[in-house]
Each structure stands twice: as C-alpha cells, then as structure tokens.
C-alpha cells in the first residue's frame, strides 16, 4: 500500500509541478540516495533506475560474493552461501545485484522519504523562481489579478507563479478587481525566509521606458535611445529621448502622427501627462527645452554649484512652474540642475505682491495662487476666472472674490 501511495506522490509532482523529467528524476535519485546513505552507511554500491512516465522506481544492490566468514563489510560483500540462494551459479568474486524492494522499507521510512520529496521539490521550485525573475528585473509583463487588497495586488503571472504590486507602486487612480489584465514591470525581487517574492511596478521610470519600447517601433529598434524618464506618477512625466540618425525627429516619432503612439502610453499610465524632449549636451538649450512649455528670455548657469536662474516675462512663470511644482521639480531632475525662476526684469509694470494682501484675502487661498507660480496681483489677473479654478482647484466664487479685490487695487 505504501508502495501505491509513493508511487501516486510522483505523479502528481509530475502533473503539478514545473519541473522537467530529467530535473525530477534526479530528485527523486537523491530522495532515495540521502535514504540508503541513511539505512546502509552508505550509497556508492546502489543503482537507482527511475521511469517517471510509469510511477516506477527500482533500487539495486550490488555486493562482491566472499567466502563464508569473510564478510567485512555487510552492505558491500555477500557470503557465499547466501548469494548461491539468490542465483546457484554465483563464484567467490564475482558482483551479485539484488533488487531493494519498496516493501522492504518501514513505514517510517516512507513517510520519510514523501516529506523529503516535498520538501526537495519546493526547494527547487522557489529557487527556479528566484533565478527566473532575477534576469527578468526590469522587463514588462502582463499578469492576471488574483487577489486585490488595500495594500497590495497578488498577480499570477502565466505560469500561476505569484507576483506583488505594492500600494506605493501603484499609479494613484490605479483601481483592479479579480480576473482584470495588469501590465508592469519587474521591480525587484526579494528573499524573506528563504521565500522569493517578485515586487513589480508601475511607478518606475523604467515602466515608462518600456511602455516606450511597446509603443514606438524606433526605440525599440535602437534607431531612437531614451537618455533619461523622471516621473510624478499619474500626474507628470519628462522624457529625453535623441537619435543618431538625422532623418529621424525622435520627439515626432515617439509622439506620432497627431499622438497616436503616445495616447496609447498617456492611456496606460492613467492620464499622465508626458513632455517628449529632445536631448542635448548644451546645458542651457536643456533646461530651455525642459521648462517646456514656458518660454524664456535668459538663463544664467552656475556648474560649480549646479545651480540654474532663469528668466522669463512674467506671464510665463505659471507655465515654468505648473501645477503642483511639477513641470520645474521635474525639470531640475531631468537636467540635474537646480532650477530658480525669476521675473525677466527689463519687463517695467505696475505690480503688488500677492503678500500685500492678506489682510483682505486669506492665507490658504494666497498659498493656492503661489503654488502654482502666481505670486503678484497681476500675474493673476492674467487668467480668466475658469483657467484659475482649473489651476488651483479653488471655488469660482472664491477666485471671482480674488479677482475683485486685485483689481480695485489698480482702479
């Protein structure tokens, strides 16, 4: 019966488990070699023939015939009166086998030997997974969504092997149920307690990079290379891309004709918004190009200190700054430069500063106007009441009180 049951244990590794032939008859061989090595004190003299496909196993040993009296190593020699039992024609020295049954085995020792195999295979399984998506960090995958929690998702990758994606490596706005189709990115892929456990992500600048690849047939060819992604996900992306090749415009083709590449992209990262920069080594037509779409007048580099002033008319300093910080935090990152912003000063006006006001405007709402790169009267004066709302995400009734306010200053 214990025979039966063993047998059944190695079909069903064999119809479960992701391992080849040849690897599970090999475990199967050192099962059953740590188990004789064990029982005998050592193993060296048996044969072991598995046959997977049937459920067989055979254990040979082999022993040299020695004269009655003689045996000084009884897992190793035979007497003579014992191996003419087995076969009547056997002479002293010559090599008897003798075939091991599984029922020679106790029960013990069976139990022994499953729970062996079971370990010997989740063994081999864990580290055939570690090992895999170790080369894999940073390629693209789609995966299934199996489990979905507040801080994490459990994806299943083709294989069924579990997969994380953390909260923290979400896109805010990222909403998955049981069964959706998920696309990320390999992050990393950590050990705890002997457990390998792949972290993916969608945050990574190295997701939009390869969404890149996906999208637009130059990258992925080498004809276009990506030198730097720096990213706010789900709000804002900077990504610098050049080519060698003079007849390729590497913004044109990784936007497309009218967007069509990059709406696909904008799409998956939940309606980000992605500035395509051409690179270059002049520092100042960098930073220029970086604080796209605001235009400026001047800029002035300090390398020493990697710091950069730029100057522009006032109505664009909004532009430069964006919404949040976002457009001038990303673009000190993409150029590695820390990026001042201040007012081109051969503009002459008639301005107050937004401070100047406190009295009659309350302070959170001053701080929204500021954040967004609105500091004086006039640089909000410039904007309709919806693009302000928009801008700040303030009332428009607060704004049109704002408005009010700033005007009569100037009347």
Not at 181 to 187: L, M, N, Q
Not at 364 to 380: N, Q
Request: aromatic content about 8%; some cysteine; charged content about 35%.
């Amino acid at each position: 019966m214990e025979h039966i049951n063993l047998v059944a244990t190695f079909s069903e590794f064999k119809e479960f488990k992701n391992i080849d032939r040849e690897t599970m008859m090999r475990i199967l061989e050192d099962v059953f070699r740590h188990m004789l090595s064990k029982r005998y004190g050592s193993d060296e003299n048996f044969d072991i023939i598995v046959n997977i496909d049937k459920g067989d196993l055979e254990i040979w040993r082999n022993r040299i015939v020695v004269e009655d009296g003689a045996v000084t190593d009884e897992n190793k020699e035979i007497p003579y009166s014992d191996a003419v039992k087995i076969e009547p024609d056997f002479e002293i020295g010559e090599e008897v086998s003798e075939e091991i049954k599984m029922e020679d085995f106790g029960r013990r020792d069976i139990l022994a030997i499953r729970q062996n195999l079971i370990s010997k295979v989740q063994e081999y399984e864990k580290d055939n997974v570690y090992k895999k998506y170790k080369d894999k960090i940073g390629e693209l995958l789609t995966g299934e969504v199996y489990q979905a929690w507040k801080k994490e998702i459990m994806v299943l990758d083709d294989e069924n092997i579990e997969l994380v994606l953390p909260r923290s490596e979400q896109i805010p706005g990222d909403h998955y149920r049981k069964g959706d189709s998920i696309r990320a990115v390999v992050h990393r892929v950590d050990l705890k307690n002997n457990q390998p456990t792949i972290i993916l992500s969608r945050t990574s600048p190295v997701f939009l990079e390869r969404l890149f690849e996906l999208e637009v047939p130059e990258v992925y060819d080498g004809l276009i290379t990506i030198r730097k992604i720096v990213r706010v996900p789900g709000e804002r992306a900077k990504v610098a891309v050049e080519s060698y090749d003079d007849r390729i415009d590497p913004v044109g083709a990784c936007v497309g004709m009218k967007g069509s590449r990059i709406h696909g992209i904008v799409r998956e990262l939940r309606n980000e918004n992605i500035d395509v920069i051409n690179y270059t080594t002049n520092s100042q037509l960098f930073i220029s190009r970086s604080l796209s779409p605001a235009k400026i007048t001047n800029i002035t580099i300090d390398e020493e200190n990697g710091k950069a002033e730029v100057y522009m008319k006032p109505d664009q300093v909004s532009l430069a700054i964006g919404k949040g910080g976002y457009n001038i935090k990303l673009a000190g990152k993409l150029t590695g430069y820390e990026i001042d912003v201040f007012r081109d000063s051969e503009t002459e006006y008639d301005d107050v500063d937004l401070q100047e006001f406190s009295d009659e405007i309350e302070q959170w709402v001053i701080d929204a106007f500021l954040a967004i790169g609105l500091d004086t009267a006039r640089s909000v004066l410039n904007y309709p009441v919806e693009e302000l709302a928009k801008r700040t995400d303030l009332e428009e009734e607060t704004i049109a009180e704002v408005l009010k306010t700033l005007q009569a200053e100037f009347e």
